[in-house]
């Protein structure tokens, strides 16, 4: 998306964000959560993709017949991810985000582009069904058949980047403290995280990363630290 469209975006996702929710920061809301959630999405491509192959190799036998395809590919599986899982923190911090699910249609415009079509919307409203690790395993079963290698990533990458959403949710939102206490959870599942010593495992400011350990999705070898 060029400069331009993205700026038109920005403007028609942030009217119908303050006509939705009585707010007046839908500007802000609606450039965080993009600039966030693309962030995510490109770094979890990556560690699935990339840091996993140098980490453990990977199956010639797997390797995509197109990378760029694959990619596309993956990436829009993120992304619906990622919306089923914004909207759910959403509700989380108790804003209105389900009446006639606008939230999640929002967000896919907003991520996707438009039109969004049936199969999209079916796709978010089985993911809507699903308790919280049923997402998860769903997800990781659709990232399996798109990038057979995400099978060899540490299982604690699947259960960090949810929070990692609700994270990116919750600043958008414009609650820190909310984003702070997700933080924590994800310290308390791997602690070692809050050992990198150039983050310390603290909150970044939209569209920056650790150069060290990766937050906020992290390298491979933090993952499996002890």
């Not at 140098?54 to 990436?75: C, F, H, N, R, Y």
């Not at 259960?159 to 984003?179: E, K, M, Q, Y």
Request: aromatic letters at 8%; proline letters at 4%.
């Amino acid at each position: 998306m060029n400069p331009e469209h993205r700026a038109s975006a920005y403007a028609a996702a942030a009217k119908e964000f303050n006509a939705r929710t009585g707010r007046d920061n839908g500007r802000s809301a609606a450039e965080k959560l993009d600039q966030r959630l693309v962030l995510l999405q490109d770094l979890l491509y990556s560690r699935l993709h990339g840091d996993v192959q140098q980490a453990v190799g990977m199956d010639s036998m797997l390797m995509p017949i197109s990378e760029l395809k694959t990619q596309l590919a993956a990436k829009t599986d993120i992304s619906l991810y990622q919306i089923a899982e914004s909207r759910a923190a959403v509700v989380e911090l108790g804003a209105r985000a389900t009446a006639d699910d606008w939230y999640s249609r929002w967000l896919a415009r907003l991520l996707l582009g438009e039109p969004i079509d049936a199969d999209t919307l079916a796709r978010l409203d089985e993911y809507g069904s699903k308790s919280p690790r049923e997402r998860m395993l769903a997800f990781t079963d659709v990232l399996a058949r798109v990038l057979p290698e995400s099978r060899r990533a540490p299982l604690v990458l699947f259960n960090l980047f949810p929070i990692s959403v609700w994270i990116a949710t919750a600043i958008a939102w414009g609650d820190r403290v909310r984003a702070a206490e997700f933080r924590k959870k994800q310290l308390d599942l791997q602690p070692a995280l809050g050992d990198c010593t150039v983050c310390r495992g603290q909150l970044l400011a939209t569209g920056k990363q650790c150069r060290q350990c990766g937050n906020p999705v992290w390298k491979y070898d933090w993952l499996v630290a002890d």
